[in-house]
């Protein structure tokens, strides 16, 4: 992955230079091949439960976006990791002030057609995304300047 998360072509500059590289520093004979990792984006839409006595809705689901931006950014996440609901979940939930909460995943798009990719969805009796599985030269991300992150904010109620 070259700096900032940009692929790179095959008979690219990048892809030459890591391929001397490699090869002056490898075992004698040893096949090289260079490859650019894929790309992929996730859509989500977590939805946060607040109890209004003890915080306030707007703050918490801010905190929540800014958690979320940071620990799914493409720096945090690792090639082939596959993306679990359940895990999404407790991420949210790791933000003080959320009692509980959900999230629906809506998908995984390449960036540059935003056309859905080839990752394989596993789906509950429900019908929801419950999780995405991807090739070991893809990975899956969040970046909220394509596509924005809205945190649905109730009011938690026993």
């Known amino acids: 992955m070259a700096a900032g998360g940009s692929p790179f072509a095959a008979n690219s500059e990048v892809a030459q230079s890591l391929k001397i590289f490699f090869t002056h520093h490898a075992i004698p004979d040893l096949p090289i091949i260079v ?52 895990s ?12 509980n909460a959900n999230c629906e995943i809506i998908g995984t798009y390449l960036p540059a057609t935003k056309s859905i990719n080839q990752a394989q969805t596993f789906k509950g009796v429900d019908g929801e995304i419950r999780k995405i599985t991807i090739n070991p030269h893809q990975l899956l991300y969040l970046d909220t300047d ?10 938690f109620e026993i």
Not at 88 to 99: F, K, N, P, S
Not at 146 to 155: C, E, G, H, P, V
């Open 88 to 99: 999404i979940i407790a991420l949210i939930e790791e933000v003080e002030g959320v009692e």
């Open 35 to 86: 490859l650019s990792y894929q790309p992929l984006l996730m859509r989500i839409q977590p939805t946060i439960m607040v109890d209004e006595s003890a915080f306030d809705k707007e703050l918490v689901a801010r905190a929540v976006k800014q958690h979320l931006q940071t620990t799914l950014a493409l720096k945090q996440r690792q090639l082939g990791q596959a993306l679990f609901r359940s």
């Open 146 to 155: 394509i596509f924005a992150l809205n945190i649905i904010s109730k009011t």
